[in-house]
């Protein structure tokens, strides 16, 4: 599985911005999709992710509330919409992929990753 995520750009906090991560191969279905994000001399965090269904979101306690995950099977797509961000929200933004994820939130559960997009949220 590659997973390629764009979307980020520079957004005004208070703004909003969605995130977009394509799959390729097969079975996309089969995947717990997650996003994480890791800001500048900071260890990376869970954002969001959304189980097989698609019906369920997790996410972070920082971004409740705020962020929505969403999945289209269809077009093997994972979707993060971000609104009302916040200066804090600033990081590299990466897409995640897993069969066998028990603990959502826990990065060494995913078996694949995207190459990250950039968000960066100014005063």
């Known amino acids: 599985v590659q997973l390629q995520a764009y979307g980020g750009g520079l957004v005004q906090a208070g703004g909003s911005l969605r995130l977009s991560c394509v799959a390729s191969?097969?079975?996309?279905?089969?995947?717990?999709m997650g996003w994480f994000r890791q800001a500048p001399g900071k260890e990376r965090e869970f954002v969001a992710a959304i189980i097989l269904s698609g019906n369920s979101g997790y996410y972070g306690d920082s971004v409740k509330g705020r962020f929505t995950i969403a999945r289209d099977n269809a077009k093997n797509t994972v979707y993060l919409q971000m609104n009302d961000l916040k200066l804090d929200d600033t990081a590299v933004y990466y897409c995640?992929?897993?069969?066998?994820?028990?603990?959502?939130?826990?990065?060494?559960?995913?078996?694949?990753w995207g190459q990250g997009t950039l968000v960066t949220v100014s005063s």
């Open positions: 995640a992929a897993g069969i066998h994820v028990v603990g959502v939130s826990l990065s060494r559960e995913y078996d694949y």
């Open positions: 191969g097969s079975y996309f279905f089969d995947y717990v």
